[in-house]
């Protein structure tokens, strides 16, 4: 089996391309839930939710989040009715979250309600919530604290970032640690590291699975040149207190893997503890992203 730890479009695409590579039923996807929220229709779990649309060949690749083609007459209507609804939510996008929040008020886990949703679309890799207790990502700004989905949508990740702080459970879904001990070779995808991969390693048991897996485990940088692919990945860095380089998230995940790839175009580096590889990160196409999967498999050893 192969475990990907991801939140975010940078490792949903890599997602992808190692489900060219290797059978979903040989995948797990440890996921960010830092970003969930109990909205008045349903649980949003947006991160769970893009990498459900993606396996099941739903997601909208123009926006990587949402279902392709979606349409969203009830966001509208609401909005004309007067309600707040920052976020832009499509109507079968919506019918996921008001599963899922009926299962859960039925006294589903939220790893329980994921394998059911995954279920009933088709889904073969096991999608695991990265806990089945809330945890937030709290943004501190100027103007109070926000959870992320306030200061990216709402306030168009305007305010300065004064700090980052997860609130909530220690302990991840005990399955997530079961995978990771279990698998042949577990990747930290490319994501934003603060609001989708850190999240995850605030987690007890999963952060001490993957220094257990240490040497089976490979990280993606999320940047190149210092930028990340999209979103506010360099100042959300900042505003943590971590300098926006692909060297300083080597120096943050080096007790946790024993292989860190950066993009060809990045300087080259030396983080002791740690090999610094290089690879083309850029998964514009779909063969990108298959290449980028092969490459870090065989940096793990493993045959494909």
């Known amino acids: 089996m192969i475990t990907l730890l ?3 479009t940078g490792g949903v695409k890599l997602l992808l391309g190692l489900a060219q590579v290797v059978p979903q039923r ?24 893009t990498v459900l ?3 099941s060949g739903m997601l909208d690749e123009s926006r990587w989040y949402g279902v392709a083609g979606d349409t969203f007459n009830t966001h509208r209507r609401l909005r004309e009715l007067g309600f707040d609804e920052y976020l832009n939510i499509g109507d079968t996008d919506r019918a996921t979250h008001i599963l ?3 299962l859960m008020r039925r006294g589903l886990t939220l790893e329980q309600a994921t394998r059911r949703i995954a279920e009933a679309m088709g889904v073969e890799a096991e999608v695991l919530p990265m806990s089945n207790q809330p945890v937030r990502t709290v943004i501190r700004t100027p103007q109070g604290r926000m959870n992320l989905q ?22 991840g879904c005990p399955r997530c640690a079961e995978a990771v001990e279990s698998s042949e070779a577990v990747i930290i995808g490319p994501s934003n590291p603060v609001t989708s991969i850190l999240p995850i390693l605030s987690l007890d048991n999963i952060a001490q699975a993957l220094r257990r897996a240490r040497s089976r485990c490979v990280a993606v940088s999320p940047l190149v040149r210092g930028r990340p692919f999209s979103g506010p990945a360099h100042v959300l860095m900042r505003g943590a207190g ?12 080096r007790e946790y893997c024993s292989a860190f790839v950066v993009d060809t175009q990045d300087a080259g580096f030396e ?14 196409t779909r063969e990108q992203r ?7 498999l065989e940096v793990c050893g493993v045959a494909h």
């Not at 971590?242 to 995940?253: D, K, N, T, V």
């Not at 983080?271 to 514009?284: C, N």
């Not at 298959?290 to 870090?296: D, G, I, P, S, Y």
């Open 271 to 284: 983080v002791e503890g740690i090999r610094v590889l290089k690879a083309p990160t850029l998964m514009s």
């Open 242 to 253: 971590i300098h926006p380089s692909s060297e300083s998230i080597a120096r943050l995940y």
């Open 6 to 8: 991801t939140g975010g």
């Open 150 to 171: 306030e200061w990216l949508v709402k306030h168009g990740a305007k305010p300065e970032v004064l700090g980052v702080s997860y609130e909530g459970s220690g302990e």
């Open 290 to 296: 298959r290449r980028l999967a092969e490459f870090l």
């Open 53 to 55: 649309y993606a396996l």
């Open 26 to 49: 040989e995948i797990a996807v440890i996921v960010n839930t830092a970003e969930d929220l109990w909205l008045p229709h349903g649980y949003f779990s947006p991160d769970v939710d």
């Open 100 to 102: 899922r929040g009926e």
